[in-house]
Each structure stands twice: as structure tokens, then as C-alpha cells.
């Protein structure tokens, strides 16, 4: 009489376990070896760790760098023109003209998260573009999604993708941040003569983000001016509508110069003894 055979017994289902756990964290992509899970296991067992203890310790460094290399890439993709924060910034220098609190609370985000636009006015000189970039850089650290850029690149971009008929692709590229920063505007007029259509190019990116993405722009000149500088009056009126009268946080900064402050004077230089009075003059050839 034929008897069935019983199925294998599994001798080792802990081991099994073991293996499903690891394939588990491949398939989520977590970089984890035999060998950090079986000391971690081993140090789990030893504290006589909660299972919530035991995760926290397995998963935490791993969660902790993935985080960290987001933040580099968004810090890397924003294109800003220099490495600053908000720490060892001068509050003091230009303190009657700098609201320090009201920087700090532009750096924790919630004006991105609510949309809203922000411009800083001002003179050259007192730390606009520092603090728009550290706050941009703030908001790299919280998971926004940001792009720095100064105007004249951001014309100059916009008027090549005319050329080359690509100016959907450039206008859906500059909408898709959450934070757009356009530094420099109105720095002079050598952006304004390079774009004959730099009026339209910039309504049509702000028109394009607002109001769902908040738009941080950074100038030298008043809104009483723009229309002068961009050539366009009605186009101007438009722009500042859908930036400043929509929704928007608006800093002016009047204040001492740190460029200038921070500049060395060049040293005094003595006569040398004995010397003529009169200027020394090539001779003519």
C-alpha cells in the first residue's frame, strides 16, 4: 500500500525569517546586511529592547542618512550662488532695519506652505540676497523644492527658449518648485536691453506659479519704478498684481552697507626717502 509522503519539515524557520526580513528591506531599498541585522538583533536581545525600541535603533541611521542625502541634492539642485545661513549673520550691524524675528520665522517655511510670495527692497549692500538664500536654503532643509537664479540668467534663459521654440518646457521647468528665487531684479539695465520681451517673460513665469507656489523676489529698485524699467507699464501693473497685491510678505531693508563695511582700505603708501616731489612720468617714445 502506497503510502504519501509527508512534506519536508522546515528544520530552520527562524533562519528563513531571517532571509524574508532582509529581501523585505531590499525591496524597499534599504541598505541593510546579514550582518548590521544579526547585531542589531544581538543588541536588541541583550537590552531586552521593546519591539518599537529595536526599530527605532534598525531603522533610525538608515531613515537619517536617506534624509540627509535629499537635503544635499535639494540644497545641490537650487543652484544657489553661495554656501550662507542665517547663523553668524550680523543681526546687530543693520539691526534698526533687519526684523531678526520675522527672518527666522520666513526660514522655518510656513509662508511656502501657504503659498504666499515674498520681496525684499532695498539698497545694494545690506544682505538681501544672504538672507533670501539662507531662507531658500531653510526650506531645502524642510523638504521644499527650491530653484535660485538672478534675473539676467533667468531672462537670458527665457529668451534662448524662445529661440528655440522650448518656452512651454522652460515655463513648466520654473513652476514645478515650491520656492522660486529671483535675485537681482532691477540690478541694472543691461538685463532689461538684452530681453527685449523681458516684461512678458516675467509675467508669464509668475503668472505660471501663482497662486499655487510662493515666488521670492529680490530688488534695488521701488514698484513705483518698475514700470520704467521693464518698458511695459501694463505689463508691470499686471506682474506686481499677481506678486505683491495677491499675496504677499514685502521687506524693506534701509540700512548700513555690510559689503562696504566688510571692505579693507587699501594701506597707505609712504614716499620713498629722499625722492623727487614731481610724479614720475614715462618718458615718451
Partial sequence: ?????????????????????LNYFQTLRVPLSATDLDAALAQAEKERQSPLEFLARLLGPQADLRRQRAIERRIREAH????????????????????????ETLATGEFIRRGDNLVIAGQSGVGKSRIVQSVGRAACVQGYRVRYITSADLFRDLTASLADRSLHEALRYYSNFDLLVIDEFGFDRIERAESAQAASLLYKVIDSRSPKRSTALVT?????????????????????????????????????????HGAKQPPTLKPPENSASKPHRKSAR
Avoid at 7 to 12: A, E, G, H, I, V
Avoid at 80 to 103: C, K, T, Y
Avoid at 228 to 234: A, K, N, Q, S, T
Wanted: charged share 30%.
Fill in 1 to 21: 500500500m502506497n503510502r504519501r509522503r509527508k512534506p519536508p519539515t522546515n528544520l530552520n524557520p527562524s533562519r528563513d525569517l531571517h532571509q524574508h526580513v
Fill in 80 to 103: 544657489f550662488r553661495e554656501p550662507v545661513s542665517l547663523e553668524g549673520f550680523d543681526w546687530d550691524f543693520n539691526a534698526p532695519a533687519i526684523d531678526r524675528r520675522q527672518i
Fill in 220 to 260: 534695488n529698485i521701488s514698484f513705483e519704478a518698475w514700470a520704467d524699467y521693464l518698458g511695459d507699464p501694463p505689463l508691470a501693473m499686471a506682474i506686481l498684481d499677481r506678486l505683491v497685491v495677491a499675496s504677499a510678505i514685502k521687506l524693506k531693508i534701509e540700512g548700513r552697507s555690510y559689503r562696504a
